[in-house]
């Protein structure tokens, strides 16, 4: 493949939309209110990717953050895990105390707590207060008759994106003894379609982010539970169905626009499949690269507004297909990022630290 010509990866105003992005202003901004720590997640991760957690950001900043997630961990009559902020709590609860009731946003959240584990990994906590019993409890509560999960337990959309953070809580902590594993394997068996692609829930038309949940799902269960791997046939169809959503960058679905999280969805799903050779990382990076915002941030398309999730996954994309950028091209080296792990969807060294800092099963509390 011949080298690219880019622009430079402008990651010093990318460093500065996460900043931006994470201030309390503009996390009180934020219309996804109830998605704060997910948001926080995007932005600490983006920081992680581009190696400036240290250098732009002092340790007494970092301690706040990891306390501000720490703040987020609460428990109650189905267990614990994080919620998405302290916003969803009704009368103002804080900690560890009971959760109100009355408000099911005020509950251990499955997102919110994958989230959580993985940028508290980034910040280097040592996970000396999470409440791992409690975890597992709450993955018990949400988890459906059909196999699939609920975000909070008893309440809320159930869909594969649910299942992946099931998963990877589990993988996490190494203790599959929450759910009925089977059994959300079975939902996920289901939602796939005949083209090899995966739907949100099962009948549902193929879609890459989807897609990438479930093909994660079942690498992270497949070593425990054989049922989860998939035959050659059936990684052959899944990878035809991800390569043919390259039309430059990624699109999500037959016939739509490439959007910059495809990139990141479809581009860690083959990757998973070990077929990372068939993305064209040339056209990859070159709509990448259109989709930089000049102020920083990473957006969708072109000239549209950059936001945390679409700049991390794009960021995130390009740390597992690095360009070959021509010699020629301006400020090369901006475009090296390190390695990310496809499956914990973090810096390989995040994802090792979680594995060695979140209490594993027979671990002393
Ligand atoms: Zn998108």
Known sequence: MDPTRLPPLIRNRHAAHALRCLSGLAMAQIEAETARLTLAFYCINMLDLLGVLDSKVKE??????????????????????????????????????????????????????????????????????????????????????????????????????????????????NDWSGFDVPRAIDFVRRCRSYEGGYGQTPGNEAQGGSTYCCVASLALASSTYPEAQLSEAEKERSIRWLTQRQTGGFQGRTEKTQDACYSFWCGAALS??????????????????????????????????????HSYLSLASLSIYPPDVHEESEDKESWMLPKLDPLVNSRVETAQWAREHVPRKGSVA
């Open 60 to 173: 007494s900043e970092r301690e706040d953050w990891r306390q501000w997630i720490w703040n987020q961990q609460i428990s109650g009559v189905h267990g614990a895990g994080f919620r998405p902020g302290p916003s969803t709590a009704i009368g103002g609860i804080t900690g560890n105390e009971t959760p109100n009731p009355a408000s099911h946003c005020d509950q251990p959240h499955l997102v919110m707590t994958y989230t959580a584990l993985i940028s508290l990994s980034i910040l280097r906590d040592d996970f000396g207060k999470l409440d791992r019993d409690g975890i597992l409890r709450c993955l018990r509560a949400a988890q459906k008759e059909d196999g699939s999960f609920t975000p909070t337990p008893g309440w809320g959309e159930s869909d594969v994106r649910l299942v992946y953070c099931a998963f990877i809580i589990s993988y996490l902590l």
């Open 272 to 309: 998973i499949l070990g077929a990372g050779d068939f993305v064209d990382r040339k056209k990859n990076s070159e709509f990448l690269a259109a989709c930089q915002f000049k102020f920083g941030g990473i957006a969708k398309f072109p000239d549209e507004t950059p936001d945390p999730f």
